[in-house]
């Protein structure tokens, strides 16, 4: 007998959908067949874990390994979705395994699809008919196709009667698939008829996708101008190109509506997949495990579809690219829209932002060229915005500790003898008030940022809360020498709408805003005019249709146009375009308020003339002085304890570890806005960089200097677009 001849050791590197800091290499037993992107059980510490092969190595390892326990089953994760993986972590500075984490969202859709009995009408009769029998065989006719559970609760009996009657022939049992595929689209279906507009910006849309590869289009279509039915035609044509071409269609959560699904289903002839954090365990399962599997051909969702595994992804829409909810603020920090750019770049697809008021990161690629920009003007007759006028703070002053001025109430008073509804906006929610001079509106400002003071109440001093820096608050006004004029302004929701209610004690008033529990249910009853005065934040005026929404007030149109946020001027101009848009549509003309004690300014100005060229230029040409996204870069690092010392210890040990680096400047640590959440400390660090920076890299070499406590939680934020 001869001794076996060594068999080349096998190795996997297996990722784990876990923080931890890499893939860890495990031995390959003999005879199990792997490849990349396979599921697999390995022990991990004391348990066994499920993770994914992502690479397979061969020849002896540097140590003794634990060996595979196994294969886990499922479709495997494609190498798009893996380069992904890998691209996210790097430029999040994360470990690969947390965005691993975001893709391995339903365990169960690793397994076939259950099945289940169904019954219908057969041709047998029992033995002997009883009232609890017919009930149900009468169910089974009403039904057509329905489970056990479903007769006998729809026939009000015990399953041991479906049982009988299915014995006798009575009944027929079928077993079919509890999560079926979803039926295929079919491009040639007729669609809406399309406006020759709307013709000639899907033409340029077709020939994108003719193209091939990686492609990017803006499409900046004003509100009402039909943009959806625009890029139908893109998904249909890679659907004729392709058969087997999978398309990713995104929109806001807010805007995954009923309405929108019957679109799709109008034009395609059946129901997309739906990906959306509303949606229960089954319908994700469903969808992840035919997408897993390369059979779903649409999949529409929220931003998290993104991470689905596709195997054949050929196109991402962005609907409403310009809106914010696409950044996710908590656990993993990342913005959707620009992560569908890059996932498209990955696999070789093409990209489609579109919007009625384009973010300006996009407008900015697009008058750069990169993206390619298909204009689609609106129907003769759809206003772009409302008459728009301001209200000049300095003039008419809301009472002391109040913030509806005279004018925007005699304007709120009118629209409710009409018998129509007014919105009242606030800008930011949450945000600390800024100090400003009541006689003059001189707003007080930190030196370096242009940020603005806040004051604290117990020290009176007037803080920054992107440097750090601090004042005693003066006794005069530094402009126009008044003395105790200076104030802290700056309202909440909560704070307007009880001055509504107080004003106006007929009137039935409620507050929409990002937290609202009950969103579906307000926005039903501002639709069948159950609301007369709405207060909100940018969430109460997108995507609704509020037709007998006339006026519109903007509480703090200042508190938008500088400060520690740079896309808050924006926002404001988006929301006035969203409101406006459906007032135009609606026959009733509207209007909107600016509060403002700046109306001169002229990003005011460019709102009030209506005038989009003017807002953008007078915003590119702010952010660019400033060297704020997109002309310069952006990170946040947060600092979170329960012992505020410990908080604020590592957070300035953190700040002293900075690598010194030119075109790259460290604000803080300063206390956020917001500076103890339900018991936790928090500070904050913002590193601005010049565009030539590698943000992700400095971020990671800076982090790798620094050892922090368990008990201070450090999170980073890679183009922050919360700043409270
Ligand atoms: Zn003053």
Redesign the pocket.
Known sequence: MTEPKAKPERRAAVLFPMPLPEAFDYLVPDGLELAVGDHVIAPLGKRMAHGVVWALKEGPGERALKTLEGPAGGAPIPQGTRRFVDWVAKYLVQPPGIILRSVLRSSEALKPSPTETVYTRGSGEPARMTEAREKVLDAAEALGEASAADLAREAGVSSGVIKGLAEAGALTGLTRLVDPPFAEPDPDRDGLPLTVMQAEAAGKLRRLIQAGGFQSALLDGVTGSGKTEVYFEAVAEVLRRDPEAQILIMLPEIALTEAVLNRFEKRFGSEPALWHSGAGPKARRRTFREVAEGRARIVVGARSSLFLPFTKLRLIVVDEEHDPTYKQDEGLHYQGRDLAVVRAKLEGASVILASATPSLESLTNAEAGRYVHVHLPGRPGVAVLPEIGTIDLRETPPENGRWLSPPLLEAMRETLERGEQSLLYLNRRGYAPLVL??????RMMSPDTQSYLVEHRYTGRLVCHVTGFSMPKPKR??????ED??TSVGPGVERVAEEARHLFPEARVEIYSSDSASGADIVARMEQGEIDILVGTQIAAKGHNFPNLTLVGVIDADLGLAGGDPRAGERTFQTLVQVAGRAGRAERPGRALLQTHQPEHEAIQALVAGDREAFLDAEIMAREALGLPPFGRMAAIGFMAMNPKAVEDVAADFAAKAPVTDGVEIWGPAEPPRAVVRGWHRRRILVRADKTIDMSAYVRAWRSRVKTPPSVRVSIDIDPYSFI
Do not use: F, I, W
């Not at 001079?437 to 001189?442: F, Q, S, T």
């Not at 006004?477 to 008044?482: F, L, R, S």
């Open positions: 001079c009541r006689k003059c509106g001189h006004c530094p402009a126009c020498q008044a004029s200076l």
